[in-house]
């Protein structure tokens, strides 16, 4: 959840230090903005500043300092252990005066080594479990003067998921970090070696890049890198080219990141359909490492994630039991693994998670193969710790995703799901092979229709500005539909901090109808008129909320005159027509998107930093 930067440079690009990680912070601020701090190596001594707030609030207290330091560190934090303040923001700085330490991530025996502390006298000035840390690493460095040896003894105390990131005042020229269950990579530049939370923390200087594996200690010089486990054995990182550039990372002419990433959506469908069917016009995955006869075996599946990635994975449901034959189940990755579910060698569990770090994910994964399932995951992040620990992984190449509130990523995992559905059916023979090139064929097109529906969007602005006042919305869907109902009533309450619902058409008169009161907006998601069952329902639903003096705003197909019978048209969005019904997501959700991103903007609020929000939860 917090975004952490490390630098370290040869003596004669020395004068970087700061601005380097101020940029990488900058970059990695939709981490967690509470706080903000640096901490730099000058003339023996550190140098620390924090700051709470958002980053701009430390930027105005440093921006007078001048300073030559070639290795710092700094940290922009979502709290979890105290609130954010000045005194609980990171760096920390040691009772000696000697290291500066950020931290990820949750110390759970931290009372009890602040319990150690307590008897050598050494006492916290925060209400943090890092700065515990940052005193023990000071008491481990006393042993023998080597920061290196003194983290990697440190990570072996430790419980929990962490990672530390620590400079010595005595030692210019190198950093030294730990990590468990928590991420960190290795950034290679010319004579400057990076350490961050993600690649976006040093993209604006190299793209070169290394992995590093689970329970290891690293170190950076502005030369070279070495990496231990916690035993003490060598190892090594694997290393990566990232392959995106800081245009990426930006906001090119757009006003907020929301902005451009749903204006990158179609891309977003493009690139994760790219280069998926070879010349016999098969699908090939050459990301899967699991073997073809294991996955025919399979007799059920299980989808796991959180938030807006369990929406793609109810969106997958209805894709892969349709196209494959085979049981599905979408289960909260946190709940998961505590509810002892039966899970075997015949179970394929497909974890979703945009950053590859999603904690409560992550550990969901690890039960899974602890009972013998093969777990595939669907990320947009090369070499994360999710896509290391399964047996297959296909990825998005959604690009960066930089707003807080996810709008690319959750129509690019719903496009790998349509993927991995097509290709078990492939596999398992469920489907003709005819039906799988006339799918991928509409698959191939909705990058196209998403770019209509975008050309819309004024429209859909101007209804949410009429709306800016309400205080309550509901979301209705059936079939596929109803997870983009979820999706849309999530994107209201993450950005426009208002009541919002979604619910399952059909459940409309065993409950939620008595919510509904004169004149409460109801977006109704209506499924294409080809599906006439469920289509003539929705609409017995719009009548059924019309009559008890809802406002009705439907988001249907342009050839759906039956809609206007019973809605507004200056309600009705309008989507192109002729979808596959189970592809309906993909459009539908864009409106749903903007409409929570306008609302949000006309009430004032910060459209990519919505409040007590991180863009990845690495924390259980």
Not at 15 to 31: M, N, P, Q, S, T
Not at 356 to 376: C, P, Q
Not at 551 to 562: F, G, K, P, S, W
Request: with cysteine.
């Amino acid at each position: 959840m917090c975004g952490i930067v490390g630098y370290v440079a040869s003596e004669n690009i020395s004068d970087k230090a700061r601005d380097v990680i101020i940029e990488g912070l900058a970059r990695l601020e939709y981490r967690g903005y509470d706080s903000a701090g640096i901490a730099l190596v000058e003339d023996s001594s550190i140098y620390c500043q924090k700051k709470e707030g958002r980053l701009d609030n430390l930027r105005s207290i440093i921006s007078s300092h001048s300073s030559s330091a070639r290795a710092g560190i700094g940290h922009t934090r979502w709290a979890t252990h105290g609130g954010p303040t000045d005194e609980n923001a990171h760096p920390h700085v040691s009772f000696d005066k000697r290291v500066a330490l950020v931290h990820n991530g949750i110390i759970e025996n931290y009372k009890d080594l602040a319990n150690e502390l307590a008897q050598k006298n050494i006492l916290s000035l925060s209400e943090t479990d890092s700065e515990v840390a940052v005193h023990h690493l000071a008491l481990e460095l006393e042993k023998d003067n080597d920061l290196f040896e003194a983290m990697r003894r440190l990570a072996c105390k430790l419980e929990g998921s962490f990672t530390l990131v620590a400079i010595d005042s005595h030692n210019d020229g190198e950093i030294v970090a730990a990590r468990r269950n928590s991420p960190l990579v290795v950034g290679i530049g010319e004579g400057a070696y990076y350490l961050g939370s993600d690649v976006a923390a040093f993209v604006g200087e190299t793209r070169k890049a290394l992995e590093l594996g689970q329970d290891t200690v690293v170190r950076i010089t502005p030369t070279d890198v070495d990496v231990v486990k916690f035993d003490g054995s060598k190892t090594q990182g694997t290393p990566f080219e990232v392959d995106w550039d800081l245009d990426a990372a930006g906001k090119g002419n757009f006003d907020t990141f929301m902005d451009k990433e749903i204006h990158e959506e179609p891309a977003a469908v493009r690139k994760t359909l790219t280069s998926r069917v070879d010349s016999a016009n098969r699908l090939v995955l050459d990301e899967l490492r699991i073997d073809e006869s294991l996955l025919r075996e399979v007799n059920r599946i299980i989808v796991v994630a959180c938030g807006t990635a369990s929406y793609a994975g109810h969106v997958a449901k209805y894709a892969l039991e349709q196209w494959c034959r085979i049981p599905v189940e979408v289960e909260l990755a946190h709940e998961f693994r505590y509810r002892e579910c039966i899970v075997n060698e015949k179970t394929l569990v497909v974890a979703i998670s945009q950053s590859g770090e999603t904690m409560d994910t992550l550990m969901a994964i690890r039960h899974a193969r602890e009972n013998s399932s093969k777990v595939l995951a669907i990320v947009n992040t090369y070499g994360s710790t999710i896509a290391r620990e399964s047996d297959a992984v296909l990825y998005t190449h959604a690009g960066p995703e930089v707003a807080v509130a996810s709008t690319k990523a959750f129509v690019a995992q719903i496009t790998a799901c349509y993927i991995l559905g097509l290709y078990l059916a492939q596999v398992r023979e469920c489907v003709s092979s005819e039906t799988i090139t006339n799918t991928l064929e509409e698959l191939n097109k909705m990058p196209g229709r998403i770019e209509d529906v975008l050309a819309c969007e004024d429209a859909v602005r101007s209804l949410a500005r009429s709306m800016a006042d309400v205080q309550s919305v509901l979301f209705l869907g059936r079939h596929v539909g109803f997870p983009v109902a979820l999706e849309g009533a999530l994107k209201l309450k993450e950005l426009a901090y208002i009541h919002a619902e979604g619910f399952a058409a059909g459940e409309l008169k065993h409950g939620p109808i008595a919510l509904v009161e004169e004149d409460m907006p109801i977006f109704v998601i209506v499924p294409p008129v080809s599906e006439d069952v469920i289509h003539s329902k929705v609409i017995s639903n719009v009548q059924e909320v019309r009559a008890r003096g809802a406002r009705v705003i439907a988001v249907a197909e342009e050839n759906d005159l039956a809609v206007g019978n019973f809605v507004d048209e200056e309600y009705i969005v309008r989507v192109p027509s002729g979808v596959h019904a189970l592809m309906m997501p993909l459009v539908t959700v864009i409106p749903l998107q903007i409409f929570a991103c306008e609302l949000a903007r006309v009430k004032g609020y910060d459209v990519d930093k919505p409040r007590n929000l991180a863009k990845s939860v690495t924390v259980e």
